[in-house]
């Protein structure tokens, strides 16, 4: 039980802390690069769906890396550490102070992970545990 809960948590807050980490390239793009400095035309355009669907890629990317580095060296309960990850990311963006900091909004990129990472661990010619 231990391993399960280490794996979780390492899977989960290496997934926050890329998906706050994406909030933040996109707010600071937002007011040096695009040279806006008006908060409340920050926070809409940070909430459009079009910023919604260009982190639709990124939250994909940084879900799988969480479940890979939460992978690595597990020998075993692969897809309860994944399906933990998916869990805790997902009710991270729904409820919590991470619920105003969240880019993305959207369980898809998540859950697709998650999927994907499981898919990879069993039919992956290589073992995720051996990189």
Same mark, same amino acid.
């Given at each position: 039980?231990? !391993?399960?809960?280490?794996?979780?948590?390492? @899977?989960?807050?290496?997934?926050?802390?890329?998906?706050?980490?994406?909030?933040?390239?996109?707010?600071? +793009?937002?007011?040096?690069?695009?040279?806006?400095?008006?908060?409340?035309?920050?926070?809409?355009?940070?909430?459009?769906?079009?910023? %919604?669907?260009?982190?639709?890629?990124?939250?994909?990317?940084?879900?799988?890396?969480?479940? +890979?580095?939460?992978?690595?060296?597990?020998?075993?309960?692969?897809?309860?550490?994944?399906?933990?990850? !998916?869990?805790?990311? @997902?009710?991270?963006?729904? !409820?919590?102070?991470?619920?105003?900091?969240?880019?993305?909004?959207?369980?898809?990129?998540?859950? %697709?992970? @998650?999927?994907?990472?499981?898919?990879?661990?069993?039919?992956?010619?290589?073992?995720?545990?051996?990189?």
């Amino acid at each position: 039980m231990h !391993v399960i809960l280490k794996g979780i948590l390492k @899977g989960s807050v290496i997934a926050l802390l890329l998906g706050f980490s994406g909030y933040l390239g996109v707010f600071f +793009w937002l007011a040096f690069v695009e040279g806006i400095r008006d908060s409340a035309t920050m926070a809409d355009i940070i909430r459009s769906r079009t910023v %919604m669907y260009y982190s639709m890629p990124y939250t994909l990317a940084s879900v799988l890396l969480a479940c +890979w580095f939460a992978l690595r060296k597990q020998q075993e309960h692969h897809n309860i550490i994944i399906t933990g990850i !998916v869990l805790l990311v @997902g009710i991270s963006i729904t !409820v919590g102070p991470l619920k105003m900091a969240s880019l993305h909004m959207n369980y898809i990129p998540i859950v %697709m992970a @998650g999927l994907l990472a499981a898919y990879i661990n069993k039919k992956a010619p290589f073992n995720l545990r051996n990189l």
